[in-house]
């Protein structure tokens, strides 16, 4: 690597170490500059400053900003709707688990908004709503980014619980059988709740099929 990328790494490294430490009450550019050991102006020439800094970070880090196009590859549309749909809770229940520090980093973007916050958000909406588009309208009864937004809240809450809780109706949080049960329950939900084509006809047939789309609106 060259000099400025060794650099940005250490930078990235002591991003995440503050993290860990503090939380990210604790987190700043001065914070962050005295435990890599560099100026702070260095770090808004690099990242341009503290959403820059969260943006590259998250980049390597998340599930959808690493995967913008969850859909796009051929062999994906082979698959069906039902079985992309649990493989990316299964996705996102790995990243959770092997990542402290992202779990802290989405427990604070519950409660905050702000300049460094809302970038996050906006880039992982849009990356999965790259996703849920190529499986919405597949089954004109299911209101399919609504069903998923509950699957995978509910994936993220109790991923996030775990931190303060041991068990969330029983159901054990902290080991691996207590998430056998869990992704048991969310094959279940995906088999028994998803139209009957959803989980037999790969994506790209039912893409095939799909009824046109309402135009949009003229724009005023």
Partial sequence: MSRRENTERLILQALEAQILETGMGGVGINAIAKRAGVSKELIYRYFDGMPGLMLAWMQEQDFWTRNPGLLAADESSQRTPGELVLSMLRAQIDALASNETLREVRRWELIERNEVSAPLAERRERAARGFIDRVDGLAPDV????????????????????????????????????????NGALEHLVAQGFPPALNTESLANLEARRPPRPAAPPET
């Fill in 143 to 182: 209101d399919m980014p609504a069903v998923v937004s509950v699957m995978l809240a509910g994936v993220l809450y109790l991923m996030l619980r775990a931190k303060t809780e041991s068990h969330f109706l029983g159901v054990p949080l902290r080991t691996p059988e207590g998430w056998d049960r869990i």
